[in-house]
Structures are given as C-alpha cells and as structure tokens.
C-alpha cells in the first residue's frame, strides 16, 4: 500500500510568527513511518511547511489532530474520503474525543499507536478496517523505534534534534491531557541504551528532549545524565517544579550539557495550582528554583496561565514584576483552555461557564470561557500585554543574564524570536531561518 501521513496546518497566535509553524515536525509521524512494514510506501507531508497535494490517490491516509488542527484535519479527511481513500485519525484531540472524530474518518486511533499501527495497516489492506484501535495495556517504549527523520527535509524546519525519553507525566493537572480518561497513568522512560542510540543519530550536538517531564522518574534522570555527560552535549528539556527538592541533580545537569529548562509555574498563586491539582508546585520556592538555575548557569523558559479562578486584572502586574525582579529568561503566557476531553472541560461544562466552542480558538491565546474575577476582555488584553512588556526592550535589557555565555543566545531568542520575529520570519529565506534557528537554539526549548 501508499501509505501518506498528513501534520495539518497549525494556527498563529497573536506573538506568533513564521517560525512557529517550522519549528519541528512531527514525532509521532516519523515513529509511524518507522512502524510500518518495508512492503509498503511511506510519504509525509507536512501542511505548515507546504501545500498538502490533494491530486494523489494513496490507499491510506492517516492524520495527526491538535485541537486547534480539528477543523482543518477534518476537512482534508473528507476530501479524501469522498474520493473513496480511507482515512485514520490520531493525537491528542481524537483520543480525547473518538466520537467526534469518527464522524469524519473511517477509523480512529486511540493513544498510543506502538502496538496498534501494523493490525491498522493489514486491516486497510484487506479492507476491514475496524472503527476505534486502542491497547488496553500501555506501550513498551524499549519497542520504540527511532523515528525516521529520512523521509523528511530537515532543511524545512528550525529543529531536527528532538528526543522524546518517556512517555507520560506522574502527575494529573486538571487541564492537560494526561488527566484524560484514554491515557494509560504508568509513567515510563525508553532504556537509556536507546536514548543514546537516538541521539548518536543526530547530525548535531544540541538536544531537545521533549518529555512532558524530564523529571518524572529522578532516578532514571539522574542515571541517564550521568550516561551522557562525557559525550559533549548541549541540551534543553521540560521539568516540574519540584526539581527545588534536588539540587545535587541540577549541578549534575549543568555538567552533563543542561543549557535551558521549560518549566510549568503557570500561577505565582499557590490557591490557583492546588485547584487544578498541581501538587508539585510550591508557588514559596519558586524563587529558589530560579535561584539554583541560574547559580549554575541553566537558563529558564517559565511557562504561565491566565485566568485561573483566583485572577483579577492584577495577576499581570504582579507576574510581570515577578519574572523582571527574578530575570527570568523567556517566558511563554497562556490563557487558561479547557481542552476538550480534559478533566477541567468537564468541571466548567458542569459549571455552563464554556463560551465558545471553535476548536481554532483552543491555542491558549482566546477566552473560551467565563473567569470569575475578570471580564474575558480584560483577560484576553491583561495576556497580550504581558507580552509586549516582559519583550520590551528595557525588560530584556533588565533581564540580561549575569554570565557572559548567556548572553547571546539570551538576546538572539527575546530580539530576533520574541520581540522582532514577526518582520525577520516574512523577510528571511527558509534556508536562513534553518540557520538562524541553530544560533538561537542555545536557549530554544519549549518555544512556543
């Protein structure tokens, strides 16, 4: 069989630029392709790189949703199907939401896909594809192949170096994903054999690891980090909070390459992250946190949600002060999405506080629903001006890092990414971007 896996086009939110939507492809694409069987053909298209071919006849066609993708996932899915071309759907959102996704394709893969991908493909082949596809059992990640990186253009796109080590998060925020009913709650890591494997791969030395938790097992962390530490990298990762309660491993991090860590704060309002259940945050010692980072040279990129039920118009000012005085790095702001699917979603269905229900709005950059302590207006102005100031240029200036090293890579992402990234993505080649985003990588991960 033709086998064509499709990324759909990504929205922009309103700071977003051009490099948003090159920045990666997609994993779970590439770990398909590497799945399937050698008696069939694989290709990938990739709709934020190109237009997608709508001309061709594949005898499969399998689509990876985001929330905000929905819409437009559905609609290449009905173009397919109408010309008779099974279709499967896959991600985040169709696991969450089978039933809406199965009005629009003729199958549908729920979660992980390991131990489900070649039972899809022989079911298409003899046409007997059934309607939902899910293991009960989670996957064994020591099975994960490498993705395969070989039927993309690397050149498309900023980073071609990410590395997922795990699967999963040991804890249950009430809006992420991992609080849905499809995910399987054993929290796992790939054998750090190939890991490295993996990253031997790779035609650089910087690595993205892109666990939701890099810190989810610390043990298996600290571990795997002892592994690489001769090898001479360069790398980024996500972490919780909690990595406050071992600073031995954060030395150890700096050692072994850590140039720069994602980190959920969301709130500085210890009331708001108890509600949503994010008990690894302890608002009191997030300062020490940063603290620690910074003593040993590891950059920050603080992750923060608006609209928490505790949030007046205040929470702005006061976090932006917050972020300047702690010369936080970089700084990515949502507005707090209950995604469909989602323990929060449900609590606020319950509670008749959703107000929109266009799954292009669901990027964290639109009021979906009815705060409490502010009007929609107000968190939605209160979002894009913390922005436009924490990128000012006497914020950025304010929060100039203390080590010299840091400093370039520091002004690449808050000048050429952040503040002036919107003129640089319309006026520079793809080709120059691919460069330019290995200089500002050094401080990258978690962009978004």
């Known amino acids: 069989m033709e086998i064509k896996l499709i990324q759909p086009r990504m929205s922009l939110r309103p700071m977003d630029s051009k490099f948003k939507r090159i920045m990666s492809p997609s994993i779970a694409l590439l770990v398909l392709a590497a799945l399937t069987p050698s008696e069939h053909q694989v290709v990938m298209e990739d709709e934020n790189v190109k237009k997608i071919n709508l001309n061709d006849h594949p005898d499969l066609v ?34 969450a939401n089978p039933e809406e996704a199965l009005q629009y394709a003729d199958s549908v893969c729920i979660g992980e896909a390991e131990d489900l991908w070649e039972k899809i493909l022989a079911d298409a082949k ?113 972490v919780s909070a909690n990595l406050v309660n071992y600073p031995k491993l954060i030395e150890e991090m700096r050692e072994s390459g850590c140039q720069s860590l994602f980190i959920g704060f969301e709130t500085i309002n210890q009331e708001s992250v108890q509600r949503v259940n994010k008990s690894q945050n302890n608002v009191a010692r997030y300062e020490e946190l940063i603290a620690l980072l910074h003593q040993n040279e590891i950059m920050v990129n603080a992750s923060l949600v608006f609209g928490f039920d505790e949030h007046g118009p205040d929470v702005f000012r006061d976090t932006l002060n917050w972020l300047v005085k702690n010369k936080i790095e970089t700084m990515t702001a949502h507005i707090l999405t209950p995604y469909p699917g989602t323990l929060l979603y449900k609590k606020l269905m319950e509670q008749n506080r959703i107000i929109d229900f266009d799954t292009t709005h669901y990027n964290t950059s639109h009021v979906v629903f009815r705060p409490l302590k502010m009007t929609a207006e107000e968190l939605y102005q209160g979002y894009l001006n913390i922005y436009k100031e924490f990128y000012s240029l006497p914020n950025i200036f304010k929060r100039l890092p203390e080590s010299p090293n840091q400093r370039i890579p520091f002004l690449l992402f808050n000048l050429c990414y952040r503040k002036y990234g919107k003129g640089l993505s319309k006026l520079i080649p793809l080709n120059w971007m691919n460069s330019l985003g290995k200089t500002v990588r050094h401080i990258s991960y978690g962009i978004e």
């Open 62 to 95: 399998g689509i990876t949703v985001n929330v905000d993708t929905s819409q437009r996932a559905y609609e290449i899915a009905s173009y397919y199907r109408a010309k008779g071309i099974p279709v499967v759907l896959g991600g985040i959102h169709v696991s």
């Open 126 to 238: 003899n046409g007997q594809l059934q309607k939902k596809y899910y293991s009960p059992y989670p996957t064994d990640l020591g099975k994960t192949p490498v993705p395969k990186w070989e039927i993309l253009n690397r050149r498309n796109y900023l980073y071609t170096n990410t590395v997922l080590t795990s699967r999963g998060c040991p804890f249950r925020c009430e809006f992420c994903y991992n609080s849905c009913d499809y995910v399987h709650k054993l929290f796992r890591h790939k054998p750090i054999e190939n890991v490295i494997q993996e990253i031997e791969k790779l035609p650089t030395k910087q690595v993205m690891f892109i666990d939701d938790n890099f810190i989810g097992n610390v043990a298996w962390t600290r571990d795997f980090i002892r592994t690489i530490k001769p090898m001479g990298l360069k790398w980024h990762a996500a």
